[in-house]
């Protein structure tokens, strides 16, 4: 059986979020969700008794506090919190802005890294809780042509969580990060998928992956949202959560071609590229 906690959930009105609320409420646990339109959200999951809806501006300080106190005040506690709120972004690194390129960073990174740092307080008080930080298997494997700055908002991801499950383990607390491959929801479409405003026409290959993702990709992955939100709320119930938690077959398969490509250029530079300290001779 599942335990019964109070989840806080951002970019909750559609996709995975969307999803997992649903789940959640349906299981009998308490749910705060976010999104930037309370209408959409309130709409989109409707009314319950253990349902908290809130517009929230992730990458406003105050905003997220408010929303974190909220919570708090109804709930007297947050057990797990899943960053979810994020978008996609397709475009060589030298067609998209400085400001293209920053708001990419501050949705997808910083604010998720607002949340952390206004619901720590309640978890080490609690001395308990679990973050969830919904990262991508391109924050893993990045050999994507065109999505060069999403990839690299969700490396930050992954990588500010293998930090913080660390900074945070005396206290109880536990931090995952979520790396799925393709999953059939709302991330491609143009809602949820920014191009640059400025593309270069030398650039064909990634227009190629942009056209296969806005019209062939889209609302065909294998990946389905309601079996990866069971796979959360089972890694949430885990004694042992996983640091790195991959979703779907294709983040399996990406990981391992990854994991293999990384071995091979170590061992291929092994003997020079360990022979660099003072008492070394090359």
Known sequence: MENKKVWFVTGASKGLGLTLVKKLLSNGNSVVATSRNLNDLSKAVGEHENFLPLAVDLINDESVGEAVAKTIAKFGQIDVVVNNAGYGMIGALEELSDRESRENFDVNVFGSLNVIRKVLPQMRKQQSGHIFNISSIGGFYGNFPGFGIYCATKFAVSGFTESLAAEVKSFGIKATVVEPGYFRTEFLTPASLAVPNMPIGAYQEVRDAQSAHQ?????????????????????????????????GPDAYHLANLKIADVQKDMEDWKALATATNFDEVA
């Open 215 to 247: 019209n062939d990709i889209n609302n065909n992955q294998p990946g389905n949202p309601a079996k990866g939100a069971d796979v959360i709320i089972a890694a949430a119930d885990a004694e042992n959560a996983p640091l790195h938690l991959f979703l």
